[in-house]
Nanobody, 125 residues
Framework: QVQLVESGGGLVQAGASLRLSCAGT????????MGWFRQAPGQEREFVASINWSGGSTYYADIVKGRFTISRDKAKNMVYLQMNSLKPEDTAIYSCAAYIGYTDTPLPRTGVTYWGTGTLVTVST
């Protein structure tokens, strides 16, 4: 059974940092694009960041550019999201996404194959 399991969420104050992790199980994602999305309370899910199969190319939503960094460890089948200078508006459930067969850097509207269940990030003032 293919699964994406996120971890690393929590409650932090504005200005703090968090590192989210996404562990893939059931198959290797080493040749697939990966990404992160988030959904704030009462809002639609939105794209945050993506990374191509090799890790050599990334893409970010403007609202997180310069603060968030996506990376991957292909040997461990892991994807990470380093979040710095967190703001209250970053509060959301963050979910990992896998784009099976898509080796390029996924864009916000690129179709996702697998979704993780999410991890909650809460940023207080």
């Amino acid at each position: 059974q293919v699964q994406l399991v996120e971890s690393g969420g929590g409650l932090v104050q504005a200005g703090a940092s968090l590192r989210l992790s996404c562990a893939g199980t059931g198959r290797s994602f080493s040749r697939d694009g990966m990404g992160w999305f988030r959904q704030a309370p009462g809002q639609e899910r939105e794209f945050v960041a993506s990374i191509n199969w090799s890790g050599g190319s990334t893409y970010y939503a403007d609202i997180v550019k310069g603060r968030f960094t996506i990376s991957r460890d292909k040997a461990k089948n892991m994807v990470y999201l380093q979040m710095n200078s967190l703001k209250p508006e970053d509060t959301a459930i963050y979910s990992c996404a896998a784009y099976i067969g898509y080796t390029d850097t996924p864009l916000p509207r690129t179709g996702v194959t697998y979704w993780g269940t999410g991890t909650l990030v809460t940023v207080s003032t």
